[in-house]
T-cell receptor, first 111, second 111 residues
């Protein structure tokens, strides 16, 4: 089975800190995605990547950046964390025309 | 823009009964649909998918129905069990590798 591993289940960070969320998949998937999930808003796409060193903005990229230096790893960066970035963050990967496999999520609290 | 939505945010069902979860989509160009299940504290898990050239697909205790005429998708769960309590999301893929998700329906199984 494909595994998508997110490095942290829970994180608490202070306002203004730089935050790194790491995601690793082990099945050579081309596509990787970062979503945030908030009550009543569903899953909203932040950034995605179709290949190494390639990135595309999703629907809500403001305040975030990403890095994909290796095919298996896709990092989400909060340059200066703010309280409105408190959320559940979900990483996913997929082969070209198939559905996503999700990680377990990182619940980030910014205080 | 296009959106994927679920008709009801919550559904309460008696254990042993059948559940029906509905989803309306707006993009007639969507060619692939997926249902995900998300249990508390976990990432979404794939349940079943269907391509636009089909109108029905069955899995173990689950059936997905696709009505392209009215752009409607449904998930039927037979003999609902306590372990089926979760949030269920439908997702559609339109013209690229990205999926669009609905806000989710929370299913609660009564003993």
């Amino acid at each position: 089975d494909v595994k998508v591993t997110q490095s942290s289940r829970y994180l608490v960070k202070r306002t203004g800190e730089k935050v790194f969320l790491e995601c690793v998949q082990d099945m050579d998937h081309e596509n990787m995605f970062w979503y945030r999930q908030d009550p009543g808003l569903g899953l909203r796409l932040i950034y995605f990547s179709y290949d190494v060193k390639m990135k595309e903005k999703g629907d809500i990229p403001e305040g975030y950046s990403v890095s994909r230096e290796k095919k298996e790893r896709f990092s989400l960066i909060l340059e200066s964390a703010s309280t409105n970035q408190t959320s559940m963050y979900l990483c996913a990967s997929s082969l070209q025309y198939y559905g996503y496999t999700f990680g377990s999520g990182t619940r980030l609290t910014v205080v | 823009g296009e959106s994927v939505g679920l008709h009801l945010p919550t559904l309460s069902v008696q254990e042993g009964d059948n559940s029906i979860i509905n989803c309306a989509y707006s993009n007639s160009a969507s060619d692939y649909f997926i249902w995900y299940k998300q249990e508390s504290g976990k990432g979404p898990q794939f349940i079943i998918d269907i391509r636009s050239n089909m109108d029905k697909r069955q899995g173990q205790r689950v059936t997905v129905l696709l009505n392209k005429t009215v752009k409607h998708l449904s998930l039927q769960i037979a003999a609902t069990q306590p372990g089926d309590s979760a949030v269920y999301f439908c997702a559609e893929r339109s013209n690229d590798y990205k999926l669009s998700f609905g806000a989710g329906t929370t299913v609660t199984v009564r003993a």
